[in-house]
């Protein structure tokens, strides 16, 4: 039985059966709608091992255990999701942008290739690839505004709150590449890939199960569906980890005049100067740890989402 995603099925319209590029409004619309879904738990599932992450790769603690201590010790158990509104909005809204732009692109794929059913791993890369590239112009602000307040002491804070953050930013440098954008390049080298192999991986996974089980793709269980969503959120940082950790001290910075780097390249070399290579990967254990329960939950979500919504 067929893998397909529902979004390549034929469907009918008025009793006749529509081609398997649907791009109706109904179906950009489910297909936002699941994608929410899935960056919401996103959020709420992977805020406290993030803000970890966050304050390891900025310096300011050496292991996970010393920053979880310090930080349930200094400020208590609510600042594990400080800095979660900004993402809690924004990633809903990217993933449902992320999720709707792979669905076209690979829509799109189908419709180029006449007679193809099914997308090739190769094509699905692809179309992970476009939406990771489109969607970080979202992403980059989003995170700037959250790893300034993640990284903020306790005292002598400089933002108030995302909306303090986002004006002083706006205020003072503007919305360019050294202002609200800045680390967008080194985004979108980070998330191009890292979402190719990241949806790549999973539909891999599903394809997979489908042919051992011989079944449909909604026939395949939630306990499977966490599983391969966890699997494919290890393997988007583990091929994406290093530029994660040059954009996160970029964004870090200060602006202007005070900034300690004017690109990224100056923070890389800075990096390997200070660190060797080892400094590229400060921080992946509690980035894994975390992307496996946040992807096994977003995947899952969506798929589930799809299921329901048709």
């Known amino acids: 039985m ?41 959020v709420l599932i992977g805020q406290p091992l993030d803000l970890i992450k966050v304050l390891i790769q900025t310096g300011q ?16 158990p609510l600042a594990f999701y400080k800095g979660a509104a900004v993402p809690l909005v924004g990633v809903g809204c990217i993933n449902t942008i992320m999720f709707n732009f792979c669905y076209a692109a690979r829509r799109k794929i189908i419709e180029m290739n006449p007679g193809q059913t099914e997308l090739k791993l190769s094509q699905y890369f692809i ?7 489109l969607t970080a112009f979202i992403t980059s602000p989003v995170e700037q505004i959250r790893i300034l307040l ?34 967008l390049g080194m985004t979108i080298f980070r998330d191009a890939p890292a979402h190719g192999v990241w949806f790549c991986t999973y539909e891999f996974l599903m394809r997979d199960a489908c042919a051992r089980r011989n079944c449909k793709r909604d026939d395949v269980p939630t306990w499977q569906l966490l599983l391969y969503g966890a699997i494919a959120g290890d393997a988007l ?10 954009k996160t001290i970029q964004q870090n910075d200060r602006f202007g005049k005070d900034s300690k780097y004017r690109t990224c390249a ?14 590229f990967w400060i921080g ?23 299921r329901v919504l048709g």
């Open 127 to 133: 179309a992970g690839s476009i939406a990771g590239t």
């Open 284 to 306: 992946l254990t509690p980035a894994l740890i975390r992307a496996a329960p946040v992807n096994a939950g977003v995947f899952a979500s969506v798929e589930l989402a799809l």
């Open 266 to 279: 100056q923070v890389a070399t800075r990096l390997y100067q200070t660190q060797g290579f080892r400094g």
């Open 237 to 246: 940082w583990l091929i994406s980890y290093p530029m994660d950790v040059v």
């Open 150 to 183: 993640q990284a903020q002491p306790l005292e002598n804070k400089l933002y108030k709150g995302p909306i303090d953050c986002f004006q002083k930013i706006r205020h003072q440098n503007g919305f360019g590449l050294n202002g609200m954008f800045r680390g």
């Open 61 to 76: 603690y050496k292991n996970p255990y010393e920053a979880f201590t310090a930080t349930m010790a200094k400020e208590g």
């Open 2 to 42: 067929s893998g397909v995603p529902a979004v390549f099925k034929t469907w009918k319209k008025n009793g006749e059966e529509q081609p398997l590029h649907d791009y109706s409004f109904s179906r950009k619309l489910k297909d936002a709608g699941a994608g929410f879904v899935g960056g919401v738990s996103q």
